[in-house]
Structure formats: C-alpha cells, structure tokens
C-alpha cells in the first residue's frame, strides 16, 4: 500500500495534476486525493500547494522526492528480477527516442519484437536529445535511443552513424554545391531544428568557432522543413530523418566531414527488466 502511495505521488508529480494523474493511473480523482492525503498525514507535513490550476510541490515535498524515487527504483529493479526469474511472458517496457528513429527505425523493430513478445506493453516518449535522456536519467524509461557517445551514467552501445545534411530551397545558390563546409553556410539564416538544439549542430559550430545566424529555433524537425521551403533560411538535419520525406522545393547537400552517431543507452544505476534487456539485444541484432 505504501508503494501505491508512491506512485500515485511521483505520478503527480510528473501531472501537476490530480485530474490527469488519476487518468493515467486509472484510479479516482478522488481516490489520488486519498491516497496524497494519506501520505501525507503519515510524514506529518504536505507534500502539494493545491490550486485550481492544479498542484505544486512544497519544499518539503521537494526535499522527499528523491528518496521517494529511490525507493520506487528499488521497488522496480525487485519486480525485474522476480519477472526475470519468472521469464519473458507478460511484462511493460518505455523507450525514449527522437523523431528520425521513431519514424525510420522503430515501426519494423517494434513489429517484430511484439511478434516475439506479444504480452509485452510498450510506451514511447519522443523527444529531442536532452529530453530523452532526462526522462532515462529519471527512470522515467528503460532505455533509450541517444547520441553517442552519451552521459557517464548510462552504459551506451553503439548503433550506427549518420550523416548530417544541409537542407536548402531548390533556387538558393547553395543548392548547386555537391557538398557544404560550415564556414560556407554561416552567414545564412539558420533555423535550428529540434534533433540539433544544444548537440550535434550548436557543438559542431561551436567547434569550429563559428557563430551561425540562428535567425530561428523552431524546436521542431518538420517545422524547419517548412521554413526553409518559405525561403526564410536554411537548417542541418540527419539524412536518417529526411529518408522517404517528401523534398519538394528543398535540397539536401552533404555537410563536408560530419556524421552523428547514434546508441542505445540503460542507466547504470538501475538493474534491467527482462523486457528491456530482450529490447536492446533485439536492437542490436537487427541494426548491427
């Protein structure tokens, strides 16, 4: 019952809301109350500043999450190692990716691991880089697709390289270039899309010391696709993403010297559930 407690607790956390959280959980809006109530009267101070709009942490609530996320962690990597012992037939797994792998990868490997594993529950969180390795830093997935090399808490495998390309409107003149340096792109508009905000694309300038005219950040891949199409600059995106898009109006043009690579990354600090272990092997095996 506690743990119950527990988890509706992070779980509003998570909402901000004791409406939403009762959704997602499946229980009453009421019963959410119940239990935060409950939770708190045992700790002996509130944990939520309740509003309309919905709630907040208290400063206590805020100095008790991390034990309360501690606590869940261990609770979870126990049931990973009972179900482990059980084996593989009914179990949840959540990913975290970003766009390019969700729309080129992850349709066929997910289709055949649910051929393989058909009781299994998948969630996805999709996102760019920073989001998804927060959401995997907080456990909030069981692994997660990243940019490689990544954190130090996370053990990392590698997947795959992938080349970065400029994306230009059909009648700019960059458009004649077989392939683009960074120093012949930087003094047009560019719209920093979501996949490069703060990583591949901002470091790759930054390494070079250049300092490109980020005239938007759009914190969306498709939307900066769009702009350019508008003729309103230029951007950078992986050529996994733009596999099989429509490329009308645009052209993409190899940037000289430059591919990210990709991983597939557990945090260290958890032990594996059975369900993403099978995940990660079935990964690695279908791209390497």
């Known amino acids: 019952m506690l743990y119950d407690k527990f988890r509706v607790f992070l779980t509003t956390v998570q909402e ?5 959280a009762a959704e997602k959980l499946k229980y009453s809006q009421s019963g959410v109350s119940h239990l935060i109530s409950s939770l708190e009267e045992e700790l002996g101070f509130p944990l939520f ?5 919905g709630v907040q942490l208290t400063p206590e609530g805020e100095k008790i999450l991390p034990y309360i996320n501690k606590m869940l962690a261990c609770d ?29 990868w992850l349709p066929e490997l997910l289709n055949q691991f649910r051929l393989r594993y058909p009781n299994i529950e998948i969630r996805l969180i999709n996102g760019t880089y920073s989001l998804v390795e927060q959401a995997l830093l907080e456990n909030r997935v069981d692994c997660a697709f990243v940019s ?15 080349r970065l390309l400029v994306v230009v409107q059909e009648d700019c003149p960059l458009a004649e270039k077989e392939s ?12 920093l899309p979501a996949e490069g905000s703060n990583y591949n694309i901002g470091s790759l300038f930054s390494a070079a010391g250049i300092r490109p005219d980020f005239s938007f950040d759009v914190g969306d891949d498709y939307a900066a696709l769009v702009m350019v199409r508008q ?26 010297d430059t ?30």
Not at 16 to 20: A, E, G, K, L, S
Not at 49 to 53: P, Y
Not at 270 to 287: E, G, I, N, T, W
């Open 148 to 162: 490689y090399p990544s954190r130090r808490e996370f053990q990392t495998d590698y997947l795959a390289k992938d």
């Open 76 to 104: 979870d990597d126990m049931r990973a190692v009972a179900q482990e012992i059980r084996g593989l037939a009914i179990g949840s797994l959540a990913i975290g990716t970003f766009s390019s792998v969700a729309i080129c």
């Open 231 to 256: 003729k309103l600059g230029i951007t950078i995106l992986p050529e996994l993403l733009l596999t099989g898009m429509q490329m009308e109006q645009i052209k993409a043009i190899p940037l000289k």
């Open 259 to 288: 591919e990210r690579e990709i991983g597939i990354a557990i945090n260290k600090s958890r032990y594996p559930s059975p369900a993403a272990k099978a995940f990660l092997a079935h990964v690695k095996d279908a791209l390497q």
């Open 16 to 20: 901000m809301n004791m409406t939403r």
């Open 49 to 53: 500043i309740r509003s309309k709009a």
């Open 180 to 191: 683009l340096s960074l120093e012949e792109i930087q003094n047009y508009p560019f719209i």
